[in-house]
Antibody, heavy 123, light 112 residues
Framework: EAQLLESGGGLMQPGGSLRLSCVASGFSFSNFAMNWVRQAPGKGLEWVSVISGSSNTIYYADSVKGRFTISRDNSRNTLYLQMNSLRAEDTALYYC????????????????WGQGTTVTVSS | QSVLTQPPSVSAAPGQKVTISCSGSSSDIGNNYVSWYQQLPGTAPKLLIYDNNERPSGIPDRFSGSKSGTSATLAITGLQAGDEADYYCGTCDTSLSAGHWVFGGGTKLTVL
């Protein structure tokens, strides 16, 4: 069974940095694009970033471009999100989600989600 | 403000049918596959429908999806109390990139 487990969330001051991790199991990690999706308290889903299976293709939402960096280590089956210059509006539950193909695409949807890790940015 | 437009809430009695709409544009729904996600209270989203109308294994056929032009619809028949959840539509905006996901604001389903 495919599973994703996020970690690394916490309470940070504005301007701080944090690195989230997402460990995958039950599927061939390198064969699939991976996404970060966040959900602010009481709000809807907001896509953050995606990385292809080989790390060749990376995209970011405008709201995090230049501050967040997505990466992956296929040898460790792990996805990362380096978050710098954190703002109050980055406060959210961060999910990693698996795509259906090695490249980013809407086809197939986001078929596996982790349980999320909470990031709170407050002074 | 979300790129895709969904009604904030819908409701129906057990056993009835409900539909949830998702409206977009030619650069997102009109030019790409739509998927639907169910988020039960306190849990992570779960893929319910992909590629407009396909169900992952384990999803009952009470759930169905359709797409026409720049709009998509999720239909749930034979409503059950356990269907109470938030439902989100999603797709990629091809004007930005092949993998730039956009979601609807979510629809809260209440089973009366």
């Amino acid at each position: 069974e495919a599973q994703l487990l996020e970690s690394g969330g916490g309470l940070m001051q504005p301007g701080g940095s944090l690195r989230l991790s997402c460990v995958a199991s039950g599927f061939s990690f390198s064969n699939f694009a991976m996404n970060w999706v966040r959900q602010a308290p009481g709000k809807g889903l907001e896509w953050v970033s995606v990385i292809s299976g080989s790390s060749n293709t990376i995209y970011y939402a405008d709201s995090v471009k230049g501050r967040f960096t997505i990466s992956r280590d296929n040898s460790r089956n792990t996805l990362y999100l380096q978050m710098n210059s954190l703002r109050a509006e980055d406060t959210a539950l961060y999910y990693c989600a698996k795509g259906e193909f090695v490249v980013p695409a809407a086809m197939g949807g986001l078929d596996v989600w982790g349980q999320g890790t909470t990031v709170t940015v407050s002074s | 403000q979300s790129v895709l437009t969904q009604p904030p809430s819908v409701s129906a009695a057990p056993g009835q049918k409900v539909t949830i709409s998702c409206s977009g544009s030619s650069s997102d729904i009109g030019n790409n596959y739509v998927s639907w996600y169910q988020q039960l209270p306190g849990t992570a989203p779960k893929l319910l429908i992909y590629d407009n109308n396909e169900r992952p294994s384990g999803i009952p056929d009470r759930f169905s999806g359709s797409k026409s032009g720049t709009s998509a619809t999720l239909a749930i028949t034979g409503l059950q109390a356990g269907d109470e959840a938030d439902y989100y539509c999603g797709t990629c905006d091809t004007s930005l990139s092949a993998g730039h996901w956009v979601f609807g604001g979510g629809t809260k389903l209440t089973v009366l």
